[in-house]
């Protein structure tokens, strides 16, 4: 039996019996947490022409539930403007040892306004509140930076958050915000002089003492829609920036070339002894696989190509699939990802992470489905469109764009707004009819992905009209906000 010395110390290492911190020991034993009932959401009407506040959804995801696919309560932000994105925890399972820790603040930055709330999930998990503002001047006189991008606790009890410029939309003027356990701004991350060319995601490992970080573009670029003049005027990025952790020196840029153009979303295997991840590269549409060398460097690869269609009827004679965002399984089994114009998303085996192999795809939307005035072109010269069934009645909106994956692996969520600028250019009936919410069904056997029709969250009729649905957050925690270290 261990004395009380010994249990503070097991416990503290997360294997204790008693008393521990948020979040689970392992991924793996992650896996067998408990199937999730509530799935927050972040919904906008930032540059919809909806003047009204962005609000976080809770909707009700128990299938034995009455309200099952339904939103079920809405905290609405106390500021107009505010474009609502990606989403994180105020301490995740890079806290589990440490039993004072508490995953009770769900963290939103605002990407258009600057400001970042902390809303508490604890008092009432169906019916979050606002618990403080953290406001865009605090951050700016004390920091220089702007447009808050991803967060991501640390086991320190800090949260950090990627900035993608400066107040004037500059990428020169980005980095990482350190804000302390009770919000307030401690300053930047990075060592000075050690700022990226260009923010966006970021995922650490501290057994590899790595943190590395992604690139999109210039806020005073992206913030006006795409345009491809933009990329060739270098206002865009195509680089991974790889961190010392946690001390925040910048130790090597990865230039990515014509393969990866505009990597987004990053992250490592969950395995924290793992010192390899993937990165997906929207405009070329490329998953690229990053690794360490032997010799203690970092060295990458293309690992998965989606193939541009040649399309009529269409702003460009080809069209990119535009990986736009993807997640790993918590068992390092499986990658999936979705292709936002084309309409697809697709499961990998990543078993041999050298060589995903395609398991499943499934089409959920897109600009090529049927009764789109816009067609792909084959080899052979014929025309062609996908078929994109109908949920509940109701013809799919958009293309698949955020996911989440339930812990146990086997439901994939899946949203269809990017950012409302670039909805309004590729999807304009998005912002007229708003977003909807699907969820898909995985073999995690033999692999596959099919269309649960039963399930739809349609943000069509919501009481101040269509709003946008972007990041999904489960209550407990999920595979890509949760760090191991």
């Not at 039993?99 to 009432?124: E, F, N, V």
Request: overall charge negative; aromatic content about 10%; proline content about 7%.
């Amino acid at each position: 039996m261990a004395t009380g010395t010994e249990t503070e110390v097991l416990s503290a290492n997360g294997h204790g019996c008693c008393k521990k911190g948020p979040g689970y020991a392992s991924p793996l034993e992650a896996m067998s947490g408990p199937r999730e009932s509530l799935i927050y959401v972040t919904c906008v009407y930032a540059g919809t022409g909806i003047e009204k506040p962005d609000y976080l959804a809770t909707v009700d995801v128990d299938p034995n539930s009455p309200n099952y696919s339904r939103v079920i309560h809405r905290l609405p932000m106390p500021n107009v403007g505010d474009e609502l994105h990606h989403s994180g925890w105020n301490s995740c399972s890079s806290c589990h040892g440490d039993p004072s820790a508490a995953r009770r603040y769900l963290i939103l930055p605002s990407l258009i306004s600057g400001r970042i709330y902390a809303i508490d999930t604890q008092k009432d998990p169906r019916a979050p509140s606002l618990h403080k503002v953290v406001e865009p001047e605090n951050i700016v006189s004390k920091t220089g930076l702007a447009y808050p991008h991803t967060s991501h606790c640390l086991a320190s009890g800090d949260v950090m958050v990627s900035c993608l410029g400066d107040k004037d939309g500059k990428a020169e003027g980005n980095g990482f915000l350190l804000l302390d356990s009770e919000f307030n701004v401690k300053g930047r991350w990075e060592k000075p002089g050690h700022s990226p060319k260009f923010g966006y995601d970021f995922w650490y490992q501290p057994r590899h003492n790595t943190m590395i970080s992604s690139s999109w573009g210039a806020p005073a670029a992206f913030t006006k829609g795409f345009n491809l003049q933009h990329v060739s005027d270098g206002l865009y990025g195509q680089h991974l920036h790889v961190y010392s952790w946690p001390n925040g020196e910048l130790k090597q840029t990865l230039d990515l070339g014509g393969t990866g153009l505009l990597p987004l979303e990053i992250r490592f295997l969950h395995d924290p002894s793992k010192d390899t991840g993937f990165v997906g590269c929207a405009l070329t549409s490329n998953m690229v696989r990053f690794f360490m060398t032997p010799y203690g460097s970092w060295s990458h690869e293309l690992a998965i190509s989606v193939k541009p269609l040649k399309v009529q009827n269409w702003i460009l004679p080809e069209m990119p699939g535009l990986i736009t965002d993807f997640l790993i399984s918590l068992d390092d089994r499986f990658l999936y990802f979705s292709n936002w114009l084309h309409g697809d998303v697709r499961q990998y085996s990543i078993e041999d992470p050298k060589n995903p192999v395609l398991k499943g795809q499934v089409w959920v939307g897109g600009l090529i489905q049927k009764g789109s005035p816009v067609v792909a072109e084959g080899e052979d010269g014929k025309t062609r469109q996908y078929d994109v069934p109908e949920i509940q009645g109701h013809r799919l909106r958009g293309g698949p764009q955020m996911i989440q994956l339930s812990l146990d692996g086997k439901r994939l969520y899946v949203t269809n707004s990017l950012f409302s600028t670039w909805d309004r250019q590729f999807y304009p009936e998005l912002v007229e009819k708003g977003s909807h919410m699907l969820q898909i069904d995985v073999d995690t056997e033999k692999g596959g992905l099919a269309i649960n029709p039963n399930y739809f969250v349609d943000f069509a009729s919501e009481p101040d009209g269509p709003s946008l649905a972007h990041e999904m957050r489960y209550p407990g925690g999920d595979c890509t906000s949760d760090i191991w270290i």
